[in-house]
């Protein structure tokens, strides 16, 4: 598990191209057969991924938690961009297809992934965060029909925003949030930009109670995302490639523009759930 330190604003906006990059991108995610951790100081939040193709992969705490098992003081958080996948957890089988999510509570103890094909392996997207509660582990699909351990998407929580004109016409699908899916910190959710629209996030916004992670994809190989950060009077950017994330901390807006429309998984950990709890930034105070 790799681990890295939290920054502060008044050094980042000192920070050369291959500073910013180090700090905050988070690359090579989905590697065949791995599962793939990275542990920030900033709200201790975990980003990761596990892609199994020949083989299931069992979680582990590792030496970096100090715990007995991956889940013995975290809740996580999964979105498959892959192929269909299964995650076991404390002997209980799920099915998880291609843009479908579970929220998997406190105190699970034996958590693995396995793919139906290894010609088209799952890719599971993680984000986990410390818990101080139990809530209940469930599969979550942006469609279909309720049924015991899983929920669907409320109506509500699949948002249309923006327009081809401003070209950022997008659909907000929120998977984990009060009301829907309960967890003690997390809130996860993606963005789907629709053809023709390439930006995500503008108007941008800060929100000091809460960081947050995004995961890039559904890109060409020869398109990229220019991702925005910083604060509001010194901003940054960093290219993005398709299946690569970005940590935002929390005095950073988190904005950006693509070569072609894509989708991003957003997960957010800190103080406040609500997922309007924003602090916007006009664009005319942008720099």
Request: proline share 5%; aromatic share 8%; hydrophobic share 40%.
């Amino acid at each position: 598990m790799e681990v890295r330190t939290a920054s502060s604003p008044r050094d980042v906006k000192h920070y050369t191209t291959e500073r910013l990059r180090e700090e905050f991108l988070i690359q090579n995610l989905f590697v065949a057969d791995e599962i793939k951790l990275v542990y920030s100081h900033i709200d201790r939040i975990i980003t990761g991924a596990a892609t199994p193709v020949s083989k299931t992969l069992e979680l582990t705490a590792g030496a970096e938690l100090r715990a007995e098992y991956f889940l013995q003081r975290r809740e996580m958080g999964v979105i498959n961009i892959g192929g269909a996948g299964v995650i076991t957890i404390d002997g209980r089988t799920y099915e998880v297809a291609y843009k479908e999510a579970m929220y998997i509570g406190m105190g699970s103890k034996d958590i693995s992934f396995a793919s139906k094909d290894a010609a088209n392996p799952a890719k599971f997207y993680i984000n986990s965060a410390p818990a101080h509660k139990t809530y209940p582990t469930v599969l979550i699909k942006p469609e279909g029909t309720p049924e015991e351990g899983v929920v669907i998407v409320k109506d509500e929580n699949k948002v249309e925003l923006g327009s081809l004109e401003a070209s950022n016409h997008r659909v907000i699908c929120k998977y984990i949030l009060p009301g829907q899916v309960e967890s003690c910190q997390l809130v996860m959710g993606m963005t789907g930009l629709k053809p023709g629209s390439v930006w995500n996030s503008m108007p941008c916004h800060t929100h000091d109670r809460r960081m947050e992670v995004y995961l890039y994809f559904e890109l060409p190989e020869d398109a990229f995302v220019m991702h925005y950060m910083g604060e509001p009077t010194e901003t940054r950017h960093i290219v993005m490639r398709n299946e690569e994330a970005v940590i935002s901390p929390s005095w950073s807006i988190h904005a950006g523009s693509g070569t072609c429309s894509y989708t991003f998984i957003w997960g957010m950990v800190g103080e406040n759930q609500a997922f309007d709890d924003m602090d916007g930034v006009a664009m005319k105070d942008l720099m």
